[in-house]
């Protein structure tokens, strides 16, 4: 039978149905049902091996194609080529595991919630077990405070609270009774309390029906290790960019190596190294690890933004998002009831002042209020903070620890805006009896001795409609008169108006205690029946769960860059139509789905609704799932925020999952692939712009790379359509030194590029999009690398005609041909520190952002520089690069080169922003 039919039965046919009894099983059934079902733990399912977590880095398209090209220069007789590629390879490989090696652990993390002890009945005696030990029709106590080891059904309770936001991510405390009833959405029915919840008021003893992997706990576990890891968008498009460059790559080779052939006629093993020559130098052998690098860098930056990334190419993710699916409480919402009002039947305060501590008062239009002289003020502040079980302890965090309820600690922290010392105000009215808060009153009442020996006084707070049915008093303006029909009708109007605002009320009235109209003498003897009677109505608090300071401008800039922010919570649809509206999520006509209709919907009508503007209330884990896959099925790319247990399978699902790293649970942070270290929603924001940044990043140091290689092939062109006679004016391993060694510190420098101004006014980037499109490949191929071209061929020929060509052949060996080739590959890394500062902007002058301003690139130009410099007179370096000295003079001519090349450029990103602003 399932959890709600068990729920529905009588307490005997319970009992009869789980085979157990009022004083517990006995060890002998214990035991066998231990066997029988397996411990009271979350297993975990599938094994992660760190081995495959490794061999991965080294196994994507790009790394593969890097083995085989090293693979084939060794073959070639190119052994330092091969060991070169394999090395970069291997040192990318390794840095990638290392920043990715923190393993995914949700379920591990799942046991650690659960607690390790708990008190069953074994033969009518308490026994303290292991929580691993607890079976079906164990019979156990539930105090406040305690964590819920399993599925279970309460048998008997007082005053029983049970906190299950992080199944529901429902912010308020929820009461447990032995009657069933079904509540509004999963979880909720009110005699059953679930593993993994928490007890934070009162006391029960419970059945459990459940346990392990079988409780809903459990099964929030199995679907969440069951979900496959998603493939990140980046890592999809930079296997279509090795695929494409490798594409173009192959094909140069295959002619080259055909027209080789036959135009020079080359022997065939002779002419596969040449076309092997040029492949290299179409592979940009240096993308891989610059992109990883530049991720990396990315992880850094966002990390002191209080958003730490597990995965790499999530950073590039969080700059396509489309959609958020954000939970409400502790995301939007501080995760904190706050009272936010007081009315009273002859005026309304509005309460401000932040924090736990003391360091706000309570307000009435911004101005602070002596409660001495609104005695009605001062009273419901009194009863708010004496009638009331709940703690607060101070901490060093800046978050005070709650023992008890959120809405007794929100009474608690109305008090100390106030002003009032807690500790004193108890000394002054010492507690002498407390009727406890049951679901069926829907009241607490407290019993306390007044100061000066003035007797003693019943202080109540409840339900409006509870505490009206037993008031006859209104206090108004210091006294108290008869309460008419007209004041409860103005009472029950003012709490409809709240209400409608999604906010929550507390009716809060008195009783002074004189030993008559039916009160006992004494204070020890009284009852409900003789106490709740004849009260005194006071008025409302009046309270919410508030959003986050951050929130309005996170939400703003969410609307400005096209991003969606669809609510999904567990709370009430008029809680969070409220906030939503609140915050500028959505307005007034925005649809609001629950989860009982969602249950209902098939995926198609799902997909339909995640299109527009929409809110899902009182949804279950599962619900969240299919909300994230709708909005995927319609190519949306999703980041899902959340805290709880519950979100742990939609973290999975999305394109990138967030979760809280303050309130999130463990659950939720393992799953994710961000943990936002203060829990603000404003960070994602922040991420998301540092996403796109990255992104754009990449596409700038893609156009830097590329770029070399046209002046890289040109040389090979010209001695193939001269058959031979102009013999090839660049080696391989001086091709390699451009991709591995002069661009690597420029790219990376292009990665640390702070983001251009309105990059969050535009919309996410197209999904058909892709980081190699038509703009870079005419910059890279048709306009930066064409004017290095022309400028390395120049300098190859100049060379030769300082040694007396045309009037004599051009050298394909000696000092002369090494000396011109020298000048080549430096007239190349030249050119490439113009197109460093050239790439830095699209369209913006790089004047304008500092010419100075990224001093990474600085540093990336200055060891371009040193690293040429070595090159041409360290001997050892000499031989293995074809390289040697050159004069002084020559040394003008190249440092002459960058200044024409940035003053070109600037002159065309001038006329494109003409062009555009008309």
Not at 379 to 386: K, S
Request: some cysteine; aromatic content about 8%; glycine content about 6%.
């Amino acid at each position: 039978m399932t959890t709600d039919q068990l729920a529905h039965l009588s307490v005997d046919q319970f009992y009869k149905t789980l085979q157990t009894h009022p004083t517990g099983l006995t060890d002998t059934v214990a035991a066998q049902r231990l066997k029988e079902v397996g411990p009271n733990t979350i297993q975990q399912t599938k094994s992660r091996s760190q081995f495959k977590a490794f061999i991965k880095n080294f196994t994507s398209l790009m790394a593969l194609l890097l083995w085989v090209s090293g693979l084939i220069a060794m073959f070639t007789g190119m052994l330092e080529l091969g060991i070169a590629i394999w090395a970069v390879n291997l040192i990318n490989g390794c840095f990638s595991y290392w920043q990715e090696h923190a393993a995914k652990k949700a379920t591990d993390s799942l046991k650690k919630m659960l607690p390790t002890y708990t008190h069953v009945l074994r033969h009518g005696v308490t026994q303290q077990i292991d929580a691993d030990d607890l079976v079906p029709g164990d019979v156990f106590t539930i105090q406040a405070g305690n964590s819920i080891s399993a599925d279970a059904r309460i048998i008997e309770a007082t005053a029983l609270q049970v906190d299950e936001s992080a199944l529901t991510g429902e912010s308020l405390a929820v009461d447990k009774t032995p009657t069933y009833a079904k509540g509004d959405g999963r979880f909720e029915e009110q005699n059953v309390v679930y593993a993994g919840t928490v007890a934070v008021n009162g006391t029960a003893t419970a059945v459990a029906i459940q346990t392990g992997m079988q409780t809903e706990f459990g099964q929030i576990a199995s679907l969440t290790e069951h979900q496959k890891d998603t493939v990140s968008p980046l890592t999809a498009e930079l296997d279509r960019l090795t695929r494409q460059i490798s594409l173009i790559a192959i094909l140069i080779g295959l002619i080259f190596f055909v027209a080789a052939i036959f135009f020079v006629h080359y022997p065939v093993a002779k002419s596969f190294v040449f076309a092997l020559g040029m492949i290299v130098a179409f592979i940009p052998e240096g993308l891989l690890p610059t992109v990883t690098l530049s991720l990396a860098q990315g992880v850094t930056r966002m990390s002191k933004k209080h958003a730490l990334v597990k995965e790499l190419s999530s950073v590039e993710t969080l700059g396509e998002t489309t959609v958020i699916c954000s939970d409400k409480t502790g995301t939007l919402t501080q995760n904190q009831m706050t009272i936010n009002h007081v009315w009273l039947p002859d005026r309304e305060y509005t309460v401000s002042g932040e924090g736990y501590v003391n360091n706000g008062q309570i307000q009435f239009k911004q101005a602070p209020i002596d409660l001495s002289q609104h005695p009605a003020l001062a009273t419901i502040v009194r009863v708010a903070a004496l009638d009331n079980d709940t703690e607060i302890q101070e901490e060093t965090s800046a978050k005070p620890k709650i023992i008890g309820t959120p809405t007794e600690a929100a009474h608690l922290v109305l008090a100390q805006k106030s002003g009032l010392d807690l500790d004193q105000l108890n000394k002054q009215y010492p507690r002498v009896q407390e009727l406890p808060f049951d679901s069926d009153r829907k009241r607490m009442t407290t019993i306390h001795m007044q100061p000066n020996h003035a007797g003693a006084v019943i202080y109540v707070k409840g339900a409006l409609d509870g505490i009206l049915a037993i008031s006859d008093q209104l206090l108004e303006n210091g006294h108290a008169r008869p309460l008419t029909d007209e004041d409860i009708t103005k009472i029950n109007a003012a709490n409809r108006h709240y209400a409608a605002q999604g906010l929550r009320s507390m009716a809060i009235a008195y009783r002074p205690f004189d030993g008559q109209n039916g009160l006992p003498a004494d204070s020890a003897d009284c009852t409900i029946a003789n106490t709740e009677q004849h009260l005194t109505f006071v008025g409302l608090t009046v309270m919410a769960d508030p959003p986050r300071p951050e929130i309005y401008d996170a939400v703003e800039k969410c609307h400005r860059a096209n991003i969606r922010i669809i609510m999904v919570t567990g709370d009430s649809p008029l809680t969070a139509k409220s906030i939503a509206m609140k915050i500028g999520i959505d307005d007034d006509q925005v649809r609001v789905i629950t989860g009982d209709e969602l249950t209902k919907m098939n995926n198609t009508d799902l997909q339909a609704a995640v299109k527009h503007e929409v809110i899902f209330a009182r949804v279950a884990p599962e619900q969240k799932y299919r909300i994230v896959k709708a909005n995927q099925y319609n190519g949306e790319i999703v980041a899902s925020t959340g805290d709880g247990v519950n979100d742990a399978p939609a973290l999975k699902q999305a394109d990138i999952g967030i979760a809280m790293g303050v309130t999130g649970t463990d659950v939720a942070k393992d799953a994710a692939d961000m943990i936002l270290t203060d829990d603000n929603f404003a960070s994602i924001v922040a991420a998301i712009e540092e996403g796109r940044t990255v992104y754009s990043n990449l596409q700038k140091f893609l156009l830097y790379i590329l770029n070399s290689n046209v002046p890289e092939a040109i040389p090979s062109v010209l001695f193939l359509f001269s058959r031979g006679l102009i013999p090839l004016p660049l080696t391989v391993m001086q091709i390699l030194t451009v991709d591995l060694g002069t661009d690597m510190l420029p790219a990376l420098g292009l990665g640390a590029e702070k983001s251009e101004p309105g990059i969050m006014d535009q919309p996410p980037r197209a999904r058909t999009a892709h980081l190699l499109n038509k703009t870079i490949v005419w910059k890279a191929f048709g306009w930066y690398g064409m004017i290095a071209s022309v400028l390395s061929t120049v300098a190859y020929f100049f060379v030769n005609w300082l040694h007396g060509w045309p009037h004599v052949a051009l050298a394909a060996s000696g000092n002369v041909y090494i000396m011109a080739t020298t000048m080549t590959l430096a007239a190349i890394v030249f050119c490439q520190i113009a197109a460093a500062i050239n790439c830095r902007t699209q369209l913006t002058s790089v004047f304008k952002i500092g010419l100075f301003s990224n001093h990474r690139i600085w540093f990336g130009i200055g060891f371009e520089i040193i690293l040429i410099a070595l090159l041409m007179y360290v001997p050892v370096l000499q031989g293995l690069f074809n390289t040697t000295g050159i004069a002084g003079s020559d040394w003008g001519l190249l440092l002459s080169i960058p200044i024409p090349l940035i003053l070109i450029e600037e002159l065309r990103k001038a006329i494109v922003r003409h062009h555009l602003a008309k």
